[in-house]
């Protein structure tokens, strides 16, 4: 890829940033009109669940897939096709006749999804090289996760207050097709050096380890272990299949060469750390301040902007602290607040409380905003330029994929707690493992950032490159060992 001008390259910074902005403020715009969505279409939890879990699987499941293709046919053609199906699948979820349609057309959104994030995030790595740029691109684009969080709670509330839920898929159309008009005129194609062949069956593994274990963790509460156990048994077989398979292809949908780097690896524990913690966070934050405390779904998400705001503005500084020191201290920072604050859920049970539920939302969106840079900045910072799509792929994927673990498992057990008890009465009590839940996920932040972010950990990283590359792809792709 040439150099371009650094207004080029802001542009191409903007037009990706586009892309993540629609995807993510469909995601918390939609935490906050469930309780709209359960009324008008007779959901249980297990419903609600899925109406989230079924996007981020099928996303989480795909993300690898786009990835590769995308290094191997063309980013800025994936991107664009991304953006088409992502819109159309917005455009149908606003039509949805009934729950189980709703559910489909998230699937097809996720479709369209898988090739917008990763492949942008590739996108943006090709195309800052300097390492110290690229950092700050990443914070940059970190703060707009910030954004949709600070917006989509009150978009989404203004929107459900006075048009209705499904007015809130409408706002991906304009973006979406403003995006595809900016990507064909402005953002240049490149690929990798070496195309990647297909690799169908690492793909069918990982769609079998995904969903059938998401499937076991929501329909356990309801269904019985005897019911879900074949789903478990189905996800621990493909993922033995997984390890078996996958290192005896010469190009594997992920290469498990990746995680003999220890700052990849880290990275990988905690994006499904700090994710977990965010699904879960907003699936019970939604739930009790509109069904529980009785807020519509405005001031619902006006309650969530203590949130928000600290993610957006400690984004890019976790960007600039990643690129001027390294991640160890916004990991550091990241770990303290999201255990901070959930300790103060669990243990003191924070929501009954104005005060403590303020205090323990600003402390999650402190943690959350210094966590996303140090994750992306790690996974494809180690790794070579040439394969950049699936490194970016792979922290995706663990983004999506704690978030759907997140919300199964946390919704699961609020389900358990609740049972059959008034849910006014019963949510604080059911909830409290929830939150304990997610205090562990914070502790993980914490210890596993800390473990894998210092001088030895990068050693190992820097090997890890120099094995993933011959040295002719390596000269191609301009990369010196």
């Given amino acids: ?45 297990s419903g609600l669940q899925w109406t989230i879990d079924a996007y981020t699987l099928v996303l989480a499941s795909l993300l690898m897939l786009a990835g590769s293709t995308a290094d191997r046919v063309g980013r800025k053609r994936v991107f664009m096709a991304g953006l088409i199906v992502f819109s159309l699948g917005s455009l149908l979820c606003s039509l949805a006749p009934s729950l189980d349609a709703l559910i489909a057309f998230r699937m097809l959104q996720a479709i369209g999804g898988s090739m917008l994030n990763p492949v942008a995030m590739s996108i943006i790595t090709n195309t800052f090289t300097d390492p110290r740029e690229r950092a700050r691109a990443i914070g940059v684009w970190g703060a707009v996760v910030g954004i949709s969080m600070a917006a989509g709670p009150l978009v989404g509330g203004l929107l459900v207050e006075s ?32 195309a990647r062949r297909p690799d169908p069956v690492g793909q069918l593994l990982v769609i079998a380890l995904f969903g059938s274990l998401t499937y076991a963790i929501i329909e356990a509460p309801s269904s019985g272990p005897g019911t879900v156990a074949p789903f478990g048994a189905v996800a621990l077989v493909a993922l033995l299949g ?10 594997p949908l992920i290469d498990l ?38 807020l ?38 990241a770990g303290l607040a999201m255990t901070t604050s959930g300790v103060l859920f669990a243990a003191f049970e924070a929501e009954t409380s104005d005060t403590t539920l303020f205090a323990g ?38 983004r999506q994929l704690g978030q759907t673990l997140g919300v199964a498992v946390i919704g699961a057990v609020l389900a358990s707690g609740v049972g059959s008890s008034p849910y006014r009465d019963a949510f ?37 490159a120099r094995r993933l590359q011959s040295p002719e792809v390596r000269e191609a792709a301009g990369i010196i060992a």
């Fill in 296 to 333: 519509d779904a405005l001031h619902a998400g006006l309650w969530m902007l203590p949130m928000a705001v600290p993610t957006f503005l400690c984004a890019p500084l976790s960007g600039r602290l990643v690129g001027s020191r390294g991640p160890r201290l916004p990991l550091l920072i």
């Fill in 428 to 464: 604080v009590p059911a909830a409290r493992p929830g939150w304990w839940i997610l205090t562990v996920c914070g502790l993980a932040v914490l210890v596993v950032g800390m473990l894998t972010s210092g001088g030895w950990a990068r050693r190992t990283a820097e090997r890890t």
């Fill in 163 to 194: 048009v209705g839920w499904r007015s809130i898929f409408w706002v991906n159309l304009p973006v979406g097709l403003a995006a595809l008009l900016l990507t064909l005129r402005y953002v240049p194609e490149s690929r990798a050096p070496k």
């Fill in 257 to 294: 060469r990746f995680f003999r780097s220890v700052p990849f690896s880290g990275a990988t524990v905690v994006a499904i750390s700090a994710f977990a913690a965010l699904g879960g966070f907003l699936f019970l934050s939604t739930l009790y301040l509109q069904n529980v405390r009785g």
């Fill in 242 to 251: 997984l390890l078996w398979y996958e290192p005896r292809r010469d190009e």
């Fill in 361 to 398: 939302y600003v402390l999650f969106g402190i943690g959350f905003g210094f966590v996303n840079a140090p994750i992306t900045n790690t996974a494809v910072s180690g790794m070579p330029r040439a394969q950049a799509g699936v490194a970016a792929a792979v922290a995706s994927t663990s």
């Fill in 1 to 45: 890829m040439p150099e371009f001008s650094p207004r080029r390259r802001q542009l191409v910074l903007a037009i990706c940033c586009m892309s993540l902005l629609i995807v993510s403020l469909d995601v918390t715009a939609l935490n906050v009109a469930l309780p709209s969505m359960q009324r008008e279409l007779g959901a249980g939890t």
